[in-house]
Structure formats: C-alpha cells, structure tokens
C-alpha cells in the first residue's frame, strides 16, 4: 500500500515524463544542431534540458494529468 506522499510523488513523476515526452516533440529540431555541441551531444543535453522542462512543469502544477493519475491511484488502493 502507498502512501498519500508516495502517491503524490508518483503521479507527479508520471505527467512530468508526459510533458517531457510532448516537449521533445515539441522542440524538435528547433533547438539548433549546435547548441550543445556536436549533433551526439546535443541530442544528450537536449533529452536532458526537455526532461528537467518536464518536472519543472509538473512541480508548478503541471497540465492536469497528476491529478487524475493520483485520483486513479487512490481508487486502486479502496479496492
């Protein structure tokens, strides 16, 4: 059984990997082929930069989706 804190955190950590994953599409390649360095480089550090986008978004009350993922988590646990 997960705590009211875990469950939160869980959910949290769930729309923040979703954000990240809509803003790596997002992006694109409209970050520049150089701004991190080489095109491997870039690649690392973008995948970085968008995934820290991603939990920053859902710590500032993200789009929506933790509430509903903790929601669906809490009526899991009644069953």
Known sequence: RMSEAQIKQT???????????????????SLGTELFGDEETNEVYKGLMVEEYGKQIARSGGIGIADYVRAELLKQQEI
């Open 11 to 29: 959910a949290q950590d769930f729309e923040a990997m979703f954000v990240a994953q809509m803003l790596e599409q997002m992006f694109g390649d």
